[in-house]
Nanobody
């Protein structure tokens, strides 16, 4: 059983930056595809970014491409999401997720484990 714990959320002004971290335990971290999703109030949870480290592929939602960067540390068993040039529409609860598959990783159903989420609020 994999446990995921996110941290790093908070309140930031538009144009600012935040760095989210996700600490994983209970599994062989290097074998998992790791992803980030977000859910704004009254909206569906949506894909943000993911990394398949078996082959180095990284994927981003169009809304965050060029502003967000996903990375991981297989020694510390953490995955981070560096968020720059934040916009008010980035306001959401951000969730870390782990998948044993490398397919369809933009879809929630691909993921086996989820963190509890961390709030990101971007003021205008």
């Amino acid at each position: 059983q994999v446990q995921l714990v996110e941290s790093g959320g908070g309140l930031v002004q538009a144009g600012g930056s935040l760095r989210l971290s996700c600490a994983a335990s209970g599994g062989i971290f290097s074998r998992y595809t790791m992803g980030w999703f977000r859910q704004a109030p009254e909206k569906e949870r949506e894909f943000v970014a993911a990394g398949v480290w078996s082959d180095g592929r990284k994927y981003y939602a169009d809304a965050v491409k060029g502003r967000f960067t996903i990375s991981r540390d297989n020694v510390k068993n953490t995955v981070t999401l560096q968020m720059n040039s934040l916009k008010p529409e980035d306001t959401a609860v951000y969730y870390c997720a782990a998948a044993t598959t490398a397919w369809n990783i933009r879809l929630m159903d691909a993921y086996d484990y989820w963190g509890q989420g961390t709030q990101v609020t971007v003021s205008s």
